[in-house]
């Protein structure tokens, strides 16, 4: 069985003050109760310095939101994943679909980035899913499978060493969740979309991303392919977070 992963997205909240109390509280809450599955907080790259000292007696990985797809240079307003490395992050989300929406990135750019993460010996959570539109047209599966295959088209074996987050663009932030047979339906689609890529395709963690909250995670990582959760609105309270790290022991 795959050990599961809860990683916060804390997209573009916070500030030092907000990030030391919900820091604390979660270190204090995963004291008390230690975690059986990985924990992961991503956050804003201006706070990387103040998670990797919170987080420096461990309890959780650090991860960012994003990366630039080039090396280094003269590309203003980028953070490369060297970079990224020295603040001790472990884990960088790419092809979030506020990446995809908002700035433009198309699935070759999202595997180019997959592969300097997996380059600096970070890991990847590859970020998939639908529109309401795609949902509607019977297109899901076309439009996952399309995003993950130009990931592991560019990143061969190492596609192993990978995270996929399904995360359907119509439950991001919106209050509705895929049920959780629709979310195992595409989890399981994927999975087999990755075994027939690699052979260690089994250990990669598929998690499920849309307003999972504390009171629906634990139907949904109950299921057989959803590996963990990749969390919004709810990583950013404590004790919403907790619930939900504890759902998935
Ligand atoms: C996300 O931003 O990746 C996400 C899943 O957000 P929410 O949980 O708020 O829907």
Wanted: aromatic share 4%.
């Amino acid at each position: 069985m795959t050990k599961k992963l809860i990683a916060g997205n804390w997209k573009m909240n916070g500030s030092l003050a907000a990030n030391e109390a919900l820091v604390q509280a979660l270190l204090a809450g995963l004291a008390a109760n230690a975690a059986l599955c990985d924990v992961a907080v991503c956050v804003p790259t201006p706070y990387l310095a103040q998670l990797q000292a919170l987080l420096s007696n461990g309890g959780m990985a650090l991860g960012a939101q994003d990366v630039s797809a080039f090396e280094g240079g003269a590309y203003t307003g980028e953070v490369s994943v060297s970079m990224l490395k020295e603040f001790g992050v472990r884990y960088c989300l790419v092809g979030h679909s506020e990446r995809r929406l908002y700035h433009g990135e198309t699935d070759a750019l999202v595997a180019t980035k997959a592969q300097r993460v997996l380059a600096a010996g970070m890991t990847p959570i590859v970020c998939v899913g639908e529109t309401l539109a795609e949902r509607e047209a019977g297109r899901t599966e076309e439009v996952v499978k399309r995003q993950l295959a130009a990931v592991i088209s560019a990143n061969g074996h190492c596609v192993s060493e990978i995270v996929v987050a399904y995360e359907p663009v119509w439950a991001i932030g919106t209050g509705k969740t895929a049920s959780p047979e629709q979310a195992q339906q595409v989890h399981a689609v994927l999975r087999a979309q990755l075994q027939a890529a690699s052979a260690h395709a089994d250990r990669i963690q598929i998690l499920y991303g849309g307003s999972m909250n504390a009171a629906n995670a634990h139907s949904l990582l109950a299921q057989p392919d959803i590996d963990g959760g990749l969390i919004g609105g709810a990583a950013l309270k404590a004790a919403d977070f907790l619930t939900i790290i504890a759902a998935a022991q």
